[in-house]
């Protein structure tokens, strides 16, 4: 096939049966509110969000014990970080992989299917048995379906915040880049509560024999209702003509790098310290504080529930400083709060309690601000024509270099050198960020 049918054959999706009976048993057709798209936005990201959280805590508190009974703890929670990785090398695979699905079967279909495999592969987690029952066919088990989970998370992708972004008054464009960002620590608040919930309420014996279970199959119901949120909106006939007008349609990949294949690098780069920071201040801190017994493993989910509850203010007060300063400059300046938080990270271990609760609620704050405009500061700079795909792309590849490996290498230095290693992790995805920002600046300038 030439490229110029390619790309012709992405411009405009084809409408299915699947899709029609889809838009006749959801679509109302009586129009699409800003209001909508930000709820949408928020319900479906909180929902991807709870899915990697879950996952998160249950590589501390479950994972080695139930997977990796055969090693010691510290052991055993690295090889659960290593498994926690492949759905973020999986995610660009998905991205990619569903963009064709979309183009053959159209929108709805694609996010049906995406968020069904998205759904069993979460279940499929709930239902395996440990590495007692299978042997190590429980870790190839649990490896693959953690990379079903990557592949559907990146062909969830719907557009809804590119749309919110593109049609955001000019003096509010750093507000509406941080709506889909309150995901995140709305969905670190329910998968954190309601493993805080089962741990507190159960013995050892049997949170471990079937109470985490729970968690995976609530993210499966939560999907559900994500599923008819966001299909509600992406099938109507309204939603389509806004994303056609804003040129919100896949484009070819080969075509996307070759003309702003930098772009790419560059926005994953320049949202590297606030990715780095994502893992760092809610997977990582649990799994060294439960794995040196420093605090009871419920107090710290319980400072984390709080830390999240911050972010959320961090958050929405990210989109007010970006609309007074500047998104690039807000994520800039949070770069190097960062740079300088990092330098505190040895007190995780040697400070007592109240330091290291201190450490996590600044840190969810600094995260909340940083990453409230981590998403939208660089996929600006893409045309029109190229913004779909662009933005997902770009956030699967941060995801990938900035917390696919963040609570497995922050763990290991840890372990093996001392926190102050993951102070020059930190660090180094600070520097980035800065190094990305003033690239972008310089390629601005000269275009």
Same mark, same amino acid.
């Given at each position: 096939?030439?490229?110029?049918?390619?790309?012709?054959?992405?411009?405009?999706?084809?409408?299915?049966?699947?899709?029609?009976?889809?838009?006749?048993?959801?679509?109302?057709?009586?129009?699409?509110?800003?209001?909508?798209?930000?709820?949408?936005?928020?319900?479906?990201?909180?929902?991807?969000?709870?899915?990697?959280?879950?996952?998160?805590?249950?590589?501390?508190?479950?994972?080695?014990?139930?997977?990796?009974?055969?090693?010691?703890?510290?052991?055993?929670?690295?090889?659960?970080?290593?498994?926690?990785?492949?759905?973020?090398?999986?995610?660009?695979?998905?991205?990619?992989?569903?963009?064709?699905?979309?183009?053959?079967?159209?929108?709805?279909?694609?996010?049906?299917?995406?968020?069904?495999?998205?759904?069993?592969?979460?279940?499929?987690?709930?239902?395996?048995?440990?590495?007692?029952?299978?042997?190590?066919?429980?870790?190839?088990?649990?490896?693959?379906?953690?990379?079903?989970?990557?592949?559907?998370?990146?062909?969830?992708?719907?557009?809804?915040?590119?749309?919110?972004?593109?049609?955001?008054?000019?003096?509010?464009?750093?507000?509406?880049?941080?709506?889909?960002?309150?995901?995140?620590?709305?969905?670190?608040?329910?998968?954190?509560?309601?493993?805080?919930?089962?741990?507190?309420?159960?013995?050892?014996?049997?949170?471990?024999?079937?109470?985490?279970?729970?968690?995976?199959?609530?993210?499966?119901?939560?999907?559900?209702?994500?599923?008819?949120?966001?299909?509600?909106?992406?099938?109507?006939?309204?939603?389509?003509?806004?994303?056609?007008?804003?040129?919100?349609?896949?484009?070819?990949?080969?075509?996307?790098?070759?003309?702003?294949?930098?772009?790419?690098?560059?926005?994953?780069?320049?949202?590297?310290?606030?990715?780095?920071?994502?893992?760092?201040?809610?997977?990582? =801190? +649990?799994?060294?504080?439960? *794995?040196? @017994?420093?605090?009871? /493993?419920?107090? !710290?989910?319980?400072?984390?529930?709080? #830390? &999240?509850?911050?972010?959320?203010?961090?958050?929405?007060?990210?989109?007010?400083?970006?609309?007074?300063?500047?998104?690039?400059?807000?994520?800039?300046?949070?770069?190097?709060?960062?740079?300088?938080?990092?330098?505190?990270?040895?007190?995780?271990?040697?400070?007592?309690?109240?330091?290291?609760?201190?450490?996590?609620?600044?840190?969810?704050?600094?995260?909340?601000?940083?990453?409230?405009?981590?998403?939208?500061?660089?996929?600006?700079?893409?045309?029109?024509?190229?913004?779909?795909?662009?933005?997902?792309?770009?956030?699967?590849?941060?995801?990938?270099?900035?917390?696919?490996?963040? =609570? +497995?290498?922050?763990?290991? *230095?840890? @372990?093996?050198?001392? /926190?102050?290693? !993951?102070?020059?992790?930190?660090?180094? #995805? &600070?520097?980035?960020?800065?190094?990305?920002?003033?690239?972008?600046?310089?390629?601005?300038?000269?275009?």
């Amino acid at each position: 096939m030439s490229s110029t049918t390619f790309s012709e054959s992405y411009a405009e999706p084809s409408t299915t049966q699947m899709e029609r009976d889809v838009r006749l048993t959801t679509a109302d057709h009586s129009g699409v509110a800003p209001s909508e798209i930000a709820v949408g936005v928020i319900i479906g990201r909180a929902s991807e969000y709870f899915d990697f959280f879950v996952y998160g805590i249950a590589s501390v508190l479950v994972f080695p014990a139930v997977f990796f009974p055969f090693t010691n703890r510290l052991e055993g929670t690295l090889w659960a970080f290593l498994i926690f990785s492949f759905a973020f090398i999986a995610r660009p695979i998905g991205t990619i992989s569903f963009m064709a699905i979309q183009n053959r079967w159209g929108r709805g279909a694609k996010l049906t299917i995406s968020l069904f495999l998205l759904g069993f592969s979460t279940a499929g987690i709930a239902f395996l048995p440990g590495y007692a029952n299978l042997g190590f066919a429980s870790i190839v088990f649990l490896s693959v379906l953690r990379f079903m989970q990557g592949i559907a998370l990146g062909g969830s992708w719907d557009g809804l915040p590119s749309l919110l972004a593109l049609n955001a008054p000019a003096k509010r464009r750093g507000w509406y880049a941080m709506i889909p960002q309150l995901g995140a620590p709305i969905g670190f608040i329910i998968a954190a509560g309601l493993f805080l919930f089962l741990h507190s309420s159960l013995s050892v014996a049997d949170f471990l024999d079937w109470g985490w279970r729970y968690t995976f199959y609530v993210a499966f119901a939560i999907n559900v209702v994500a599923l008819f949120a966001r299909l509600r909106l992406v099938v109507t006939n309204e939603y389509e003509a806004m994303l056609k007008e804003r040129e919100l349609e896949p484009t070819p990949v080969g075509e996307l790098i070759k003309a702003r294949g930098s772009n790419l690098f560059i926005g994953a780069f320049a949202a590297l310290a606030s990715y780095a920071l994502f893992h760092l201040v809610t997977v990582f =801190p +649990l799994s060294w504080i439960a *794995l040196n @017994a420093s605090q009871e /493993v419920n107090a !710290v989910l319980t400072i984390q529930i709080i #830390g &999240a509850f911050i972010a959320i203010f961090a958050t929405m007060a990210s989109g007010r400083l970006a609309d007074r300063i500047g998104r690039r400059n807000t994520l800039g300046g949070l770069a190097v709060l960062i740079a300088i938080f990092s330098g505190i990270m040895p007190f995780l271990s040697n400070g007592g309690p109240i330091i290291q609760d201190a450490f996590i609620l600044v840190g969810f704050a600094l995260l909340g601000l940083s990453y409230g405009q981590a998403a939208g500061a660089v996929t600006s700079n893409f045309a029109a024509h190229y913004r779909y795909t662009g933005a997902a792309l770009t956030s699967d590849l941060a995801w990938l270099l900035g917390a696919a490996f963040a =609570p +497995l290498v922050a763990l290991s *230095l840890s @372990a093996h050198f001392g /926190v102050g290693y !993951v102070s020059l992790y930190l660090l180094s #995805g &600070a520097v980035c960020t800065l190094v990305a920002l003033k690239v972008n600046r310089t390629l601005e300038m000269r275009g």
